[in-house]
């Protein structure tokens, strides 16, 4: 995910513009309550959590093997 502070932070700059304003789509690998780890700074990822999560629709595709698998796609 994101390794470096500004990243975050440029992040959580777009997610607050956005936020109540436009639609966003977020795609992760990792569930929610894991972006802290992933993040530099555990207090910009609740925020940034914070506007994600707050009226989103959220949609899980479990499985043990990977979408590009179940669907007959090649690795590039």
């Known amino acids: 995910m994101f390794t470096k502070e500004t990243e975050a932070r440029d992040l959580l700059e777009i997610v607050e513009s956005r936020y ?3 639609s966003t789509i977020f795609c992760s690998q990792f569930d929610i309550p894991g972006w ?3 993040l530099s ?3 910009l990822a609740d925020a940034i959590c ?3 999560v ?3 629709y959220t ?3 479990g499985g043990k093997e990977s979408m590009r698998k179940r669907k007959g796609l ?3």
Do not use: S
Request: aromatic letters at 0%; a negative charge.
């Open 59 to 61: 949609i899980v595709i």
């Open 36 to 38: 802290p780890e992933k």
């Open 50 to 52: 914070d506007r994600i």
């Open 41 to 43: 700074d555990p207090l």
């Open 20 to 22: 109540k304003r436009n």
């Open 74 to 76: 090649q690795d590039i």
């Open 54 to 56: 707050h009226d989103a």
